[in-house]
């Protein structure tokens, strides 16, 4: 018979050619002769018919009177034990010793070979399926695709081993670990599993700590691990991974089987593997979306550039052109009294054109003079890294509410807010816009809500009223320039989106006519460089 060690036991791992109850088939260290053999490591050559083995040998088939025993060792390490039994008293005796030890270690050699091949089939298979991953991955080129990735992560992990398994993203604004994938090879899927936080069960242990925990039995949890959590009343043995490349934790790869120590060091290996792999691809995919996002704005910013540059000189020619118009107006005045000829319909006229041109003019001045300030705080302040609620601060600081106004100014931040890396005065500059905006949208007063949390790879700072809302064939067209509703030249929304994309970010809209509006600016946290600033 062979033996094995499973959990502090040696087991029977071979039987004799001859028919027996199953319940024989096991047999612990300090049962029987083999089990003497086992734990002493000596060799036994005994008549099973006498005191004191008689009082401990096992029949495994009737009439037995002689039974030799030796201990198959590796080194010092016990492989199993080789016995032999007969009818015949004191059968066995130096040689069939010496044959038996001699055949102990040939087993001993042939069970290590075999081993040794074993583990070079499976280190081949499991070096097979993380190439395949790898060239599956490498096929994935949009952020779109992402889906795709977990598909291929479970396929593979599911070919390696037929355990449950469970793929998490970490949703960083509610830093909670949100199912992406689940496959059930045992037992029945659960109708759902919610999800869960860094300080729930082994898999938010792995997520806090971002390392490997590989455990033999769940229900005896070495020191320093869990409480278990498990997906499936069934579980006993459970493989958790973080999904985790360059500090940048996306979530956690977690395999489960009902059979005590299913996992290996080398299946740890190989999850890891994988999940080194699965992170690689989403970090490429972020990476690329973030580059495209950046042409993106610099597109934008060049265009916004020209158009500023095309504006500016507009309203140049429009101070040479009209400039003259009140002079010119003089002269008229001017020849009318020389011919004392009095006409009030025609000096009415001519006020009435002063009046409009020095309107334009005015709005032209202003329009000048915003484009030409907007070039000079870009080429004047640095950033720095600040806590957006200090930003909101000096955003409302700057800010007047209109006397004996309704308006409220409630603020709203999360205590997890991330710092951020801004040109301070710019996106000041945008927030006082866009408080001043909510004010004149809530002319019975209101409520204006200052939100700031994470979103994703960036800082969400929200500007929330509770006014008229903004008309659905209005939305589209409010950051362009020129374009506005309260008959000025629509810079204030366009130079903020503008100042957005030089600080890697974005300006957005949320409104419901009758039900008040949200801007949303999109910054890019301090700690993760997104392109920076233009």
């Given at each position: ?17 001859v ?51 030796v ?8 492989r199993?034990?080789?016995?032999v039994e ?122 806090r ?20 959590k ?57 990476t ?19 158009i ?27 020849e ?28 032209s ?16 302040d ?43 005065g710019?996106?000041?500059d ?105």
């Open positions: 018979m062979l033996y094995s060690q499973i959990q502090q036991d040696l087991w029977v791992a071979a039987e004799h050619n028919a027996r109850d199953k319940k024989n088939q096991r047999q612990k260290l300090d049962q029987g002769i083999v089990g003497r053999v086992a734990s002493t490591r000596e060799l036994l050559n005994v008549d099973v018919t006498r005191h004191p083995w008689k009082d401990i040998y096992l029949e495994y088939f009737p009439g037995a009177q002689s039974e030799l025993a201990p198959m060792l590796q080194g010092s390490d016990l199993g034990v080789l016995n007969s009818p015949i008293a004191n059968n066995f005796d130096k040689i069939d010793e010496e044959l038996l030890s001699g055949l102990a270690d040939l087993a001993v050699i042939a069970l290590h070979n075999a081993e040794q091949y074993e583990a070079a089939t499976l280190d081949a298979r499991r070096f097979r399926l993380l190439y395949e991953a790898v060239n599956k991955l490498s096929n994935i080129s949009a952020f779109e695709q992402l889906d795709q990735a977990y598909d291929i992560i479970l396929r593979i992990a599911g070919e390696h081993c037929q355990g449950n398994l469970i793929i998490r993203y970490y949703n960083d604004e509610r830093q909670v670990l949100e199912i992406r994938r689940i496959s059930y090879a045992q037992g029945n899927v659960p109708f759902s599993l919610p999800a869960m936080t860094l300080q729930e069960g082994i898999t938010g242990q792995v997520a700590e971002e390392r490997t925990i590989r455990v033999a039995d769940i229900q005896n949890l070495p020191p320093g691990i869990g409480p278990a498990p997906s499936a009343p069934e579980t006993r043995s459970l493989l958790v991974t973080p999904i985790l490349i360059n500090t940048r934790f996306y979530g956690t790869l977690g395999v489960s089987h009902h059979e005590i120590d299913r996992f290996s060091e080398p299946d740890e290996r190989f999850f890891e593997g994988l999940a080194r792999q699965l992170a690689s691809t989403i970090y490429r995919l972020e690329t979306q973030e580059r495209q996002e950046l042409e993106r704005r610099n597109l934008a910013l060049e265009y916004m550039g020209n500023g540059q095309s504006a500016f000189g507009l309203t140049h020619q429009l101070q040479g052109i009209l400039g003259i118009i009140p002079l010119m107006i003089d002269n008229i005045r001017e009318l009294e020389q011919e004392k000829h009095i006409n009030h319909f025609v000096l009415e006229k001519l006020d009435s054109i002063l009046s409009s041109t020095q309107k334009v003019l005015d709005l001045n202003k329009l000048r003079n915003d484009i030409a300030h907007s070039g000079d705080t870009e080429q004047i640095m950033p720095v890294i600040v806590d957006p609620a200090f930003i909101f601060g000096d955003a409302e600081s700057v800010v007047t509410l209109p006397d004996e106004s309704s308006i409220q100014i409630r603020r709203e931040i999360s205590e997890d807010i991330a710092p951020i890396r801004v040109v301070i710019s996106i000041i945008i927030l006082r816009n866009l408080i001043e905006n909510a004010i004149q949208a809530m002319p019975n007063g209101g409520i204006i809500t200052l939100q700031a949390h994470n979103d994703g790879r960036y800082v969400a700072l929200d500007v929330i009223d509770t006014g008229i809302g903004i008309p659905v064939d209005v939305q589209s067209h409010i950051f362009n320039l020129f374009y506005s509703t309260k008959g000025s030249f629509g810079f204030g929304l366009w130079s903020a989106r503008r100042n957005a994309y030089k600080n890697g970010g974005d300006l957005k809209v949320e409104s419901q006519p009758g039900r008040g509006t949200k801007f949303t600016l999109l910054l890019p946290k301090a700690e993760r460089n997104i392109g920076g600033l233009q």
